[in-house]
């Protein structure tokens, strides 16, 4: 299958009040580029500036270096940086030039992957301008915790960082970074390809 590992940084917690400070995919097809290095999957990074920006201080020191790049006068026509009412335009040049077909109605449909895509990430993209009728998501998402679950132990759902030490990495690391982090979850989700939950006993 072909799925969409997307993640967000924003300004605050409250899709409502607060910001999309960048958005970033990465198309992974499980037929097709299961072995491809990460480096080399098709990626989309997008910084977002605005006249103004609403958030907190611990989400707006979290994005500083998002902060500097936005601020950036010589970066103003860069084309890695764009407007909020732009990015889902781009997002979905660029899904077609990977392979996407849009329906009848011309919005292209995406199965989506990440970190709590569905409960964070989801409720950002509707507030952005051109959500549901250029790009819009499948109803059920992909999210690496779900197959890091400890049934017998766990009582929530386990972290990226919990992931990744599941995972087996020696220094679990979350970059905060969109592009970084939507990698990382095609490269959590990986191994799940060739042996998913339902061969496990076999």
């Known amino acids: 299958m072909r799925y969409v590992s997307l993640d967000l940084e924003t300004s605050g917690s409250d899709p ?4 999309v400070l960048e958005l970033a995919a990465v198309v992974e097809d499980t037929r097709r580029t299961a072995t491809t290095p990460l480096a080399e999957l098709p990626a989309f990074r ?25 601020a950036d006068k010589s970066r103003a026509e860069a084309s890695d ?14 899904l077609l030039a990977h392979g ?72 679990p690391r979350v970059a905060h970074e969109a592009l970084a982090d939507a990698l990382e979850v095609v490269r959590l989700l990986r191994p799940f390809y060739e042996r998913p939950a339902y061969k496990m006993g076999e």
């Open 46 to 70: 997008r910084a977002l500036r605005y006249k103004e920006l609403t958030g907190t201080p611990g989400a707006l020191a979290l994005n500083a270096r998002l902060l500097v790049e936005l």
């Open 100 to 171: 996407f077909k849009p329906d009848k109605k011309e919005y292209v449909s995406i199965t989506l992957a990440g970190k709590n895509v569905g409960t964070f990430d989801l409720l950002f993209l509707r507030q952005l301008p051109g959500w549901g009728t250029l790009v819009k998501a499948e109803p059920a998402v992909l999210d690496p915790a779900a197959f890091y679950l400890n049934w017998h132990k766990d009582s929530r759902l386990p972290s990226m960082l919990i992931c990744q030490a599941r995972a087996g990495d020696a220094e």
């Open 16 to 19: 409502l009040r607060h910001q």
């Open 81 to 94: 940086i764009c407007r909020p009412e732009e990015v889902l335009v781009q997002l979905r040049e660029f």
